[in-house]
């Protein structure tokens, strides 16, 4: 059974930084990307971006482009968001999710295993 685990989560100033960790355990194979969704409160979840299995293929929104940058050691398993300049608006729950994909990813694909989401409030 795959499992994933969203840590880092807290409460930051507005202009701050988090890195936010995906862990990832219980697979029998590689072949997966990891992509970050994060939920507002009121507010439907929306993808904020992904990274493939090699990290050949990386992909942000609009919104968080040139502020966040995805990253992940397959030695460790694990994918970070790391996360600058960080705005109000950005507060939310934020959730990895697992796609089982060869190569490439898509905040559209089918997620075939949830982690459990890590809070990120950002506010002075």
């Known amino acids: 059974e795959v499992q994933l685990q969203a840590s880092g989560g807290g409460l930051v100033q507005p202009g701050g930084s988090l890195r936010l960790s995906c862990a990832a355990s219980?697979?029998?194979?590689?072949?997966?990307?990891i992509v970050w969704f994060r939920q507002a409160p009121g507010k439907e979840r929306e993808g904020v971006g992904c990274?493939?299995?090699?990290?050949?293929?990386?992909y942000l929104v609009d919104s968080v482009k040139g502020r966040f940058t995805i990253s992940r050691d397959n030695a460790k398993n694990t994918v970070h968001l790391q996360m600058t300049s960080l705005k109000p608006e950005d507060t939310a729950i934020y959730y990895c999710?697992?796609?089982?994909?060869?190569?490439?990813?898509?905040?559209?694909?089918?997620?075939?295993?949830w982690g459990k989401g890590t809070l990120v409030t950002v506010s002075s």
């Open positions: 990274i493939s299995h090699s990290g050949g293929t990386r």
């Open positions: 219980g697979f029998a194979d590689d072949d997966y990307a």
């Open positions: 999710g697992l796609e089982n994909m060869v190569a490439g990813c898509s905040i559209n694909g089918r997620i075939d295993s």
